[in-house]
């Protein structure tokens, strides 16, 4: 059974920092590419990172996360993170890990990141 469990959100005031996780199982996960997306209230769900499953482990970064978040993957642990830092207000979202390769498309259920004074 193919499980992706998000956690590490919460409330955070402006300039702060969260490191958010993504523990899988169920599939060999050091062979798929691991992103990050996010829903806003009101907006759609929009791509935040990505890491590949290559031995460089490549990142890529939408340009308004750039220099603020960081992904990175433990393949011994079956876990990608996303390190947040110098939050905004706008970064308030569900923030949802995903698993791509191929035609398997995997989902989390998502973890809640508000970011308020």
């Known amino acids: 059974q193919v499980q992706l469990v998000e956690s590490g959100g919460g409330l955070v005031q402006p300039g702060g920092s969260l490191r958010l996780s993504c523990a899988a199982s169920?599939?060999?996960?050091?062979?798929?590419?691991m992103r990050w997306y996010r829903q806003g209230p009101g907006k759609e769900r929009e791509w935040v990172a990505s890491?590949?499953?290559?031995?460089?482990?490549?990142?890529y970064y939408a340009d308004s996360m750039k220099g603020r978040f960081t992904i990175s993957r433990d393949n011994a642990k079956d876990t990608v993170y996303l390190q947040l830092t110098n939050l905004k207000p706008e970064d308030t979202a569900v923030y949802y890990c995903?698993?791509?390769?191929?035609?398997?498309?995997?989902w989390g259920q998502g973890t809640q990141v508000t970011v308020s004074s």
């Open positions: 890491i590949t499953s290559t031995y460089t482990m490549d990142a």
């Open positions: 169920g599939f060999a996960f050091s062979d798929y590419t």
């Open positions: 995903n698993a791509r390769r191929q035609s398997d498309d995997y």
